[in-house]
């Protein structure tokens, strides 16, 4: 971190006990942790809270899915728009069968909307729809898609990640991984696309009668709907025990490979969050729940307990003061931040703001919201923005101690003149004296 140097010191803004940790000293309960690799960030203050194994590269499972739905959702396609999946999918959901891929009972030839493989890819995790949204965005060309998926992923900043297939079912063996941080920049896009979370925050989702699914396969469904498709994403399911008010979204995943995986996204109190959890185990916890959302749900309950939104540094008090000449009214004027950056705040940390090189003094007249320099703000040691430093009031000048400071170096000359007045005015006073001396004696 680039060292700035200090004038005026350290000026603590907040009262003890409010301040703001950096994410190096974040650390969640112990235990709550079940995963290889985690990244837990808040949005609104662009926050990162608590990172595992980040950077490691891993198979992404379903995590996949993310891109494959959101290229679809920035397609700008319309999802009414009917598709027919074609003969040339027939290996491909071969393939999905003898792995035991999850599905959601597309079948070859059959005529299906957009929204229908919309839904049926990011809620039941349906590899067989993945593949169909490839083929349908590639234009018969898989291989097409996943370079697309690839450019985006680029774009999005991802440094780590490689897609080689639409749903994640094909792992390291055939190049398809990523990581939790690449996967966070992925899930952060997702999360601002509203058609993309307008799927992934649904529950479940009916899917139509069909050329292939001519009937009903349950008796409750609603008129027109084949059957009914709901996501796994169990903490979204108030009837379940892991459900939490707060989640939306985003993709589960999970194969032998990956280990149970989970990217969720989540808002309370103003705060908005997304968490990614990878490489969890595969075996079951005891009370049946995989362990991704046993550790999203004890880090989301930790964080949105612990911390909360906060602007700083304060704009009513200042950062410094400095020494004020010419001013009748004070001989100092605050310093203040111009503004204050958005922050993530938990009790039992520190606040600093140092301010970068500030003038010696001010000298009147200063204007109102005069930028006298810039300061760092600090959480726990680590940086989290820089403010312009200005003056809250204006301050007028004094004549009378301009003239008085700014003559001062001169006083030896004023001295040497009243010297010189003086004893020119002796001279005088006594030359005058020895003339009326002579008139009088003159005149006698």
Known sequence: MKKWRMVLGVFCLLAAGLALPAAAVWQPPEGAVNAEAVYLYELTTDTLVYEKNAHEERAAASLTKMMTGLLLAESGADLSESFTIPRELEAEFDRIQAENGSDADLKIGETVTLESLFYACMLPSGNDAASVIAYYLGNGDMDAFFARMNRRAAELGCKNTNFTCAHGLYGLEYGNHSTAYDMFLIARACRENELFMSVVTQNGYWMPLTNLHPEPKTPDAPAG??????????????????????????????????????????????????????????ALAEDGFNWSFHTTADLYDWALEAFFAVELPSRETPVAQLPLAWCGETETAGVYAAASLPALQAAGSRVEVIPGELPARLEAPVPAGQKLGTAQVLVDGEL?????????????????????????PYWWLA?????????????????????RKSRRAAAR
């Open 225 to 282: 709907a084949a059957y009914y498709v709901r996501t796994t994403n169990v903490m979204q399911l108030p009837d379940q025990e892991l459900y939490r008010a707060y989640i939306q979204g985003i993709k589960t995943g999970f194969t032998d490979e990956a280990g149970r995986c989970f990217v969720s996204s989540a808002q309370q109190d103003g705060l908005v969050w997304v968490l990614v959890v990878m490489g969890a185990p595969k």
């Open 384 to 408: 989290i923005g820089i403010v312009d430093l200005v003056t809250l009031q204006g301050f007028e000048r004094s004549g009378w101690l301009y003239y008085k400071e700014k003559l001062a």
């Open 415 to 435: 001295a040497a003149a009243a010297l010189l007045v003086f004893g020119t005015l002796g001279l005088l006073a006594a030359r005058r004296r020895r003339a």
